[in-house]
């Protein structure tokens, strides 16, 4: 029975989510049909039918530009038994992948900041999926004793993590951790290159395990780049491609821990995501001005996805069996494409990687992580 209501809803929320795709094309369809009908009608029609399609145009621009219009992962698993660790859980692209894995049976923990954040998320992740076994664990990114903390809670729960999903990101304003780095940089990435050493050297991921970091279509655009002399983008400061970097530092950080992974004969893969353009919360970090934001809300119904679809790629990486052996790739709508901008070639850049996973080890105060 919990099949069948699953997948009631699964259908439901599939119907939702293609509306704005729908939209748009009725949309173009209006405009062309105006175009088509121009001898008969009015100015005043012809410039409704010209907005109509500068509005419907922007199928091009998610079909070429922003990847598509986002797929379903659609297929169902048993994954009883297993257990998924996801950071920032408590709501957008994590807290959807969350639910739709915890409908698959699995033992989810949400690794949060606010423990009233994370409560209520459990609860609504137990009631959608009708599975109890969803709990939450303190994590604030922000600070390395709290990952430390975190890993030891588990270690004493004697848990086994079959899926770690390095989840969490923000894109705020220039501010400084308690631990003296780039907010942005720590969260984004120290932190769960942190997380993801210490339960590796712990051997809290089980031998078939799988570790998808959450990176952004943001890796290639606006110039990304990873300045090993400056991380922390103390030099010159922008708000937007300090994201971008970190965005490509989980490129970076998930291929050499995928060579790592494969040169020490484990089986556990390591692949990184870009959900989409989704719309979450995150729109505050995008447009931090309210006013703007509420102006420029219908752009971005129009322009993103609802986050289940955001859950997407996550659930592919996580579930899919073509990926069982695939380590250090990117995934995009569901299938493993190549990044752009600069990580199209970092594969070559053994130096760049090595590296980067030098000054990060050194950063967290790790000298033998793997
Ligand atoms: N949305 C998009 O279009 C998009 C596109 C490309 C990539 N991504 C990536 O997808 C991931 C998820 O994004 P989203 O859209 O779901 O964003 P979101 O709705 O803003 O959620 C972000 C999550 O990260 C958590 N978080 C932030 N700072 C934290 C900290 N210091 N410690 C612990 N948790 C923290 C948040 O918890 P609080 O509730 O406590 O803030 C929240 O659970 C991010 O890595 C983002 O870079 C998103």
């Not at 907005?51 to 048993?78: I, M, P, Q, W």
């Not at 599975?131 to 664990?137: A, C, I, K, Q, T």
């Not at 995009?332 to 990580?343: E, L, M, Q």
């Amino acid at each position: 029975p919990r099949r069948r209501s699953a997948s009631h809803s699964f259908a439901r929320e599939r119907r939702r989510a293609s509306f704005p795709m729908k939209f748009n094309l009725f949309l173009s369809a209006c405009g062309a049909a105006s175009y088509y009908f121009r001898e008969q009608i009015s100015h005043s029609t012809w410039i409704t039918a010209g907005c109509f399609f500068l509005v419907g145009a922007n199928v091009l621009v998610n079909e070429f530009f922003l990847g598509g219009s986002r797929k379903y992962y659609g297929k169902t698993h048993d994954c009883t038994g297993d257990v998924v660790l996801i950071t920032g859980g408590n709501k957008g692209i994590g807290f959807e992948t969350a639910k739709e894995l915890a409908k698959f049976g699995a033992q989810i923990i949400i690794a949060c900041r606010s423990e009233r954040r994370a409560s209520t998320a459990v609860r609504s992740i137990r009631s959608y999926s009708k599975n109890d076994n969803v709990s939450y664990e303190i994590l604030d990114l922000e600070s390395l004793k709290s990952v430390h903390d975190l890993v030891d809670r588990l270690t004493k729960k004697k848990i086994q993590i079959r899926y770690l999903i390095n989840n969490a990101g923000v894109a705020i304003e220039k501010s400084t951790t308690i631990d003296g780095f780039n907010s942005q940089f720590q969260i984004n990435h120290l932190s769960h290159f942190l997380l993801t050493n210490l339960l590796l050297k712990r051997n809290m991921i089980t031998d078939n395990g799988r570790i998808i970091s959450l990176s952004s279509l943001a890796h290639g655009v606006g110039g990304a780049d990873i300045h090993l002399d400056d991380l922390n983008s103390t030099r010159s400061w922008k708000r937007l491609k300090m994201y971008g970097n970190t965005k490509l530092m989980n490129i970076v950080f998930t291929n050499e821990l995928s060579r790592k992974l494969l040169r020490i004969g484990s089986k556990i893969t390591a692949n990184s995501v870009h959900p989409g353009a989704i719309d979450t919360d995150f729109s505050e970090h995008v447009v931090p001005n309210p006013w703007i934001r509420w102006l420029t809300r219908p752009i971005a119904i129009l322009l993103t996805d609802p986050p289940v679809l955001g859950a997407q790629s996550t659930l592919f990486a996580a579930l899919s069996p073509d990926l069982e052996t695939k380590s250090g790739v990117y995934i995009d709508n569901c299938k493993v494409k190549r990044p752009v901008g600069k990580a199209q070639n970092i594969p070559k850049h053994y130096k760049l990687m090595e590296d980067f996973w030098e000054v990060s080890a050194k950063f967290v105060g790790q000298s033998n992580v793997i």
